[in-house]
């Protein structure tokens, strides 16, 4: 396996998890989330997270476009935190933005793989700009999947909270 095919069949079974997850909510569901305490998102939050936390970051490592969305959560962090705070995040308004947010990310994702070559995914040096370690792109461009991945996995203990049916077997989508 190279590279193209090891990226795509993670963004696809990542993506399709997550949309099908995302498909187990309701609308009154948004507003929800674990504790007021401890800075936790909303469901509506995460929602908007996990549909700009793939796609958006592998364009920046692809094509060295860093310039984010003016829709990007990550543009209110202060340097000191990296992050801001659970209230400064947005958040969707429905579960049709979040499933269109999740598609074009997805879209994103796919159209960046495709731009880069096999040689450079294996073997060129991609620093972030969080982190300067010169990291080969391919495993780059991984690491973004995994970011997706850990945002889905936050989905389904949101759901599971929530007392929503669902299984292992909805987390991995067999």
């Known amino acids: 396996m190279n590279w193209h095919e090891l990226l795509l069949q993670q963004i696809e079974d990542t993506y399709n998890v997550s949309e099908r997850l995302i498909r187990l909510l ?4 948004l ?13 509506g939050q995460l929602l908007f997270h996990l549909g700009n936390s793939c796609g958006i970051p ?7 476009e860093w310039a984010m969305p003016a829709h990007s959560d990550i543009n209110e962090a202060k340097p ?19 499933l269109k947010l999740l598609n074009a990310d997805k879209r994103l994702a796919v159209e960046s793989v ?16 969080w982190d300067k ?10 690491q973004m999947i ?6 889905k996995a936050q989905l389904f203990y949101y759901l599971k909270l929530q007392g929503k049916p669902v299984n292992t077997m909805h987390l991995y989508g067999k």
């Open 26 to 29: 309701e609308e009154k569901d």
């Open 31 to 43: 507003t929800w989330k674990p504790s007021e305490n401890n800075n936790w998102m909303t469901t």
């Open 58 to 64: 592998m364009k920046g490592f692809a094509t060295g």
């Open 80 to 98: 000191e935190t990296s992050l801001p705070p659970a209230e400064k995040l947005k958040s969707v308004n429905s579960l049709d933005e979040a």
């Open 114 to 129: 495709a731009h880069c070559s096999e040689e450079d995914l294996a073997g060129k040096p991609s620093p972030a700009p």
């Open 133 to 142: 370690t010169p990291v080969i792109l391919g495993l780059r461009l991984l």
């Open 146 to 151: 995994d970011h997706l991945n850990q945002h």
